[in-house]
């Protein structure tokens, strides 16, 4: 059974930084497009970045554009999500999310393996 495990949420004040992992088991994450998608209280889930599987293209939400990294370590089969500068609208839980799909990053529907989540809170 594909697992993705999610780590690395907590507290943080605002200008500070995280970085999220996602660990998988049972899926080569050098073999998938990776995403990272967030969900906020009453709202729906969003993109905020994606990794393709070929080239290692990276793809962004523009409200983290120049402050959050996706990366992934093939050796670890774990791919990351450094956020810097992170603001108090950064707030969500974080999923991580695998797709053989490629073309609409952004779109939830596009995944078919999804993490548990990860809480990140940034005060102000």
């Known amino acids: 059974q594909v697992q993705l495990v999610e780590s690395g949420g907590g507290l943080v004040q605002a200008g500070g930084s995280l970085r999220l992992s996602c660990a998988a088991s049972?899926?080569?994450?050098?073999?998938?497009?990776m995403g990272w998608f967030r969900q906020a209280p009453g709202k729906e889930r969003e993109f905020v970045a994606a990794i393709s599987r070929i080239g290692s293209n990276t793809y962004y939400a523009e409200s983290v554009k120049g402050r959050f990294t996706i990366s992934r370590d093939n050796a670890k089969n774990t791919v990351y999500l450094q956020m810097n500068s992170l603001k108090p609208e950064d707030t969500a839980v974080y999923y991580c999310?695998?797709?053989?799909?490629?073309?609409?990053?952004?779109?939830?529907?596009?995944?078919?393996?999804w993490g548990q989540g990860t809480q990140v809170t940034v005060s102000s």
């Open positions: 049972r899926l080569t994450v050098s073999n998938n497009n």
């Open positions: 999310a695998a797709t053989l799909s490629s073309g609409r990053y952004y779109r939830t529907d596009e995944y078919r393996y």
